[in-house]
């Protein structure tokens, strides 16, 4: 299923975000030009409310926008990816809470990162927070903040059992580490560590994580539409995973345009090595194959919510072991795209080791683990209950 993009500026400004690559990668975070890209892109909007300039998109669209941002740049991309879903949550939450973010600018970003780094203790109206959370993807250019946490008891320490929730706070409330994002791929996402310190979240931009995988935040807030009947898990990966399948389609590129007029040292033309040229044949069969499953395996969820029907234990686990395996189908293709450029693909100024490097911090994310996921699958297709540590994030 094919759904044009919502606005032309990728077209119009592409290469310009191509070029912006490496001048993301050496800044560690994206330039003031990517930014002005993506918002123009109209990227952050497509799962955004309507109230606030939103669309509300068949995440088919969002996929292929995010896609397309990454074959350009990876950093954009991811940062498109994750930065991009954030809305949809939001849009479940309180209408307060919404306003404050959006009501004075509606392009305001909000970052995160989900995993429980920090700990949130009731008080009387709301949760005292501290913490120190990794990962939060374009944290430079966002206003505000989702935070996981668990829930403290009075001395601050997380009860027993855990309970998670995740937290909205503004950007006054939290610190930005500078330097903490020294890291091998994706540099240009500037993904750094976020600290709280004493923080007071009123209740009503706080959400309880169980709650909220439930699907019982949307359905309170009186959310019907298709986009927010869709499991968290079938939805916040898909961003992720088609900025990995985007920076597959990148390298891919990259190289094409490489090896048009490369002379190997024997003298023969790339073109002409019909080793060389069967190699990246078949990465690029498995790259648009990967394409193909993350899209079709979206578009199967969002219809069967649409037509009124829930999304079963089965089809979770199935669909999320799709969306992992092609993201490692289509790293392993960034891998042999790469072995097939020679040493000159791997100077610093050829942008395939770019990709390349982006596509494996990608797929190091949590979300592509494929172990549980792959177990609970086979559990479910054989008709059996998959324990709940193999179902945390499915």
């Given at each position: 299923m094919t759904i044009t993009a919502s606005s032309d500026v990728l077209t119009e400004r592409g290469e310009e975000l191509r070029s912006y690559g490496q001048v993301n990668e050496d800044l560690g975070k994206l330039s003031d030009g990517t930014v002005d890209i993506l918002r123009q892109s109209g990227v952050m909007k497509l799962l955004a409310p309507v109230e606030y300039g939103g669309t509300r998109a068949h995440p088919v669209e969002f996929a292929e926008t995010v896609m397309k941002i990454a074959g350009l740049d990876g950093a954009a991309g991811w940062v498109s990816g994750v930065v991009g879903v954030h809305p949809w949550e939001l849009d479940i939450m309180s209408p307060k809470l919404q306003e404050e973010i959006w009501g004075q600018d509606e392009?305001?970003?909000?970052?995160?990162?989900?995993?429980?780094?920090?700990?949130?203790?009731?008080?009387?109206?709301?949760?005292?927070?501290?913490?120190?959370?990794?990962?939060?993807?374009?944290?430079?250019?966002?206003?505000?903040?989702?935070?996981?946490?668990?829930?403290?008891?009075?001395?601050?320490?997380?009860?027993?059992?855990?309970?998670?929730?995740?937290?909205v706070v503004p950007r006054a409330d939290y610190t930005i580490v500078e330097d903490s994002w020294d890291v091998v791929g994706l540099k240009?996402?500037?993904?750094?560590?976020?600290?709280?310190?004493?923080?007071?979240?009123?209740?009503?931009?706080?959400?309880?994580?169980?709650?909220?995988?439930?699907?019982?935040?949307?359905?309170?807030?009186?959310?019907?539409?298709?986009?927010?009947?869709?499991?968290?898990?079938?939805?916040?990966?898909?961003?992720?995973?088609?900025?990995?399948?985007?920076?597959?389609?990148?390298?891919?590129?990259?190289?094409?345009?490489?090896?048009?007029?490369?002379?190997?040292?024997?003298?023969?033309?790339?073109?002409?090595?019909?080793?060389?040229?069967?190699?990246?044949?078949?990465?690029?069969?498995?790259?648009?194959?990967?394409?193909?499953?993350?899209?079709?395996?979206?578009?199967?969820?969002?219809?069967?919510?649409?037509?009124?029907?829930?999304?079963?234990?089965?089809?979770?686990?199935?669909?999320?072991?799709?969306?992992?395996?092609?993201?490692?189908?289509?790293?392993?293709?960034?891998?042999?795209?790469?072995?097939?450029?020679?040493?000159n693909g791997l100077r610093m100024n050829n942008p395939v080791q770019r990709f390349w490097r982006d596509a494996h911090m990608g797929l190091a994310h949590a979300i592509h683990v494929p172990g549980p996921t792959y177990h609970a699958a086979v559990l479910t297709e054989l008709g059996m209950e998959p324990p709940a540590n193999l179902t945390s994030m499915v």
């Amino acid at each position: 299923m094919t759904i044009t993009a919502s606005s032309d500026v990728l077209t119009e400004r592409g290469e310009e975000l191509r070029s912006y690559g490496q001048v993301n990668e050496d800044l560690g975070k994206l330039s003031d030009g990517t930014v002005d890209i993506l918002r123009q892109s109209g990227v952050m909007k497509l799962l955004a409310p309507v109230e606030y300039g939103g669309t509300r998109a068949h995440p088919v669209e969002f996929a292929e926008t995010v896609m397309k941002i990454a074959g350009l740049d990876g950093a954009a991309g991811w940062v498109s990816g994750v930065v991009g879903v954030h809305p949809w949550e939001l849009d479940i939450m309180s209408p307060k809470l919404q306003e404050e973010i959006w009501g004075q600018d509606e392009d305001t970003w909000v970052s995160s990162p989900y995993a429980p780094m920090g700990v949130a203790t009731p008080v009387d109206g709301g949760y005292k927070v501290n913490g120190h959370w990794q990962f939060s993807t374009g944290t430079d250019h966002a206003s505000w903040v989702i935070l996981g946490a668990f829930v403290g008891d009075a001395e601050g320490k997380p009860l027993k059992p855990v309970q998670s929730v995740h937290i909205v706070v503004p950007r006054a409330d939290y610190t930005i580490v500078e330097d903490s994002w020294d890291v091998v791929g994706l540099k240009g996402t500037g993904s750094k560590d976020v600290i709280i310190k004493d923080a007071f979240v009123p209740e009503y931009r706080v959400v309880v994580q169980s709650e909220l995988f439930e699907g019982k935040v949307a359905r309170e807030a009186g959310k019907t539409e298709p986009i927010h009947r869709i499991p968290f898990y079938c939805l916040f990966p898909l961003g992720l995973t088609s900025a990995v399948i985007g920076i597959a389609e990148g390298a891919l590129h990259s190289h094409l345009e490489y090896q048009r007029n490369r002379q190997q040292g024997n003298g023969t033309k790339s073109t002409q090595d019909p080793y060389s040229m069967y190699a990246v044949s078949e990465a690029a069969a498995d790259i648009r194959a990967s394409r193909a499953a993350l899209l079709d395996n979206i578009s199967r969820i969002y219809d069967t919510v649409a037509a009124g029907r829930e999304v079963s234990l089965e089809q979770r686990a199935v669909g999320r072991r799709t969306q992992i395996q092609a993201a490692w189908r289509a790293t392993a293709a960034v891998d042999t795209i790469l072995s097939r450029s020679g040493g000159n693909g791997l100077r610093m100024n050829n942008p395939v080791q770019r990709f390349w490097r982006d596509a494996h911090m990608g797929l190091a994310h949590a979300i592509h683990v494929p172990g549980p996921t792959y177990h609970a699958a086979v559990l479910t297709e054989l008709g059996m209950e998959p324990p709940a540590n193999l179902t945390s994030m499915v």
